[in-house]
């Protein structure tokens, strides 16, 4: 199996990581543009804007404008960017993501990854262990405060996600 690799700023790694922690891992994610792109061309709605902003007027009613005020203020955006997010979202474009989502999620997939190299590390130890004919004892205490953290990790992920643009809807 062949090997592609590429450099890239380390803000666009990381904004890369984790996005690719919602499609499955950045292999996974990489894979699937790779086969996507030597695919028939799909007709589709373009995922990067073309062409000059348009004004586009809608109207709310007082109490859905406080409701508007209300849910982009706390996503740290501003009524007009939470607008267009929503859009975008409906038109094919990646979820959008407020700044404070941005870093929860950087946390998160940090976190995550250093559960990872934990199991490993683990799987590791337990192979070697056989391999020496010793038996392996689990831990219990130990893998019930892992699963407590993979839960605590899970549900922050959750959190951020939580009325980004219907994520959770099952369209992705």
Same mark, same amino acid.
């Given at each position: 199996?062949?090997? $592609?690799s590429?450099r890239v700023?380390d803000?666009?790694a990381?904004?890369?990581s984790?996005f690719?922690a919602?499609?499955?891992?950045?292999? !996974?994610?990489?894979?699937?543009?790779? !086969?996507e @792109?030597l695919a /028939? =061309?799909v007709p589709r709605?373009s995922v990067l804007?073309? +062409?000059? =902003?348009e004004k586009?007027t809608?109207r709310?009613?007082?109490?859905?404008?406080r409701q508007?005020? /209300?849910?982009?203020?706390?996503?740290?955006m501003?009524?007009?960017?939470? $607008? #267009?997010a929503?859009v975008?979202? %409906?038109? +094919?474009s990646p #979820?959008?993501?407020?700044p404070?989502?941005? /870093?929860?999620l %950087?946390?998160i997939?940090?976190?995550? *990854?250093r559960i990872?190299? *934990?199991? *490993?590390?683990?799987a590791r130890a !337990?192979?070697?262990?056989?391999l020496?004919?010793?038996?392996?004892e689990?831990d219990v =205490?130990?893998i019930? /405060?892992a699963?407590?953290?993979?839960?605590?990790?899970l !549900?922050q992920l959750?959190n @951020?996600?939580n009325g980004?643009?219907?994520?959770?809807?099952?369209?992705r």
């Amino acid at each position: 199996m062949a090997l $592609i690799s590429l450099r890239v700023s380390d803000e666009v790694a990381a904004e890369f990581s984790a996005f690719a922690a919602t499609q499955g891992g950045k292999s !996974a994610l990489l894979r699937r543009l790779i !086969a996507e @792109a030597l695919a /028939e =061309p799909v007709p589709r709605i373009s995922v990067l804007p073309v +062409g000059r =902003p348009e004004k586009v007027t809608v109207r709310f009613r007082e109490s859905e404008m406080r409701q508007l005020a /209300e849910v982009s203020h706390r996503r740290g955006m501003t009524r007009t960017g939470w $607008i #267009v997010a929503l859009v975008r979202s %409906r038109l +094919g474009s990646p #979820v959008q993501h407020s700044p404070s989502e941005h /870093e929860a999620l %950087r946390a998160i997939v940090r976190e995550l *990854n250093r559960i990872g190299g *934990n199991i *490993n590390q683990i799987a590791r130890a !337990a192979n070697a262990s056989v391999l020496q004919g010793r038996a392996v004892e689990p831990d219990v =205490p130990a893998i019930q /405060e892992a699963k407590r953290v993979i839960e605590k990790e899970l !549900a922050q992920l959750r959190n @951020a996600l939580n009325g980004n643009a219907d994520y959770w809807d099952g369209r992705r």
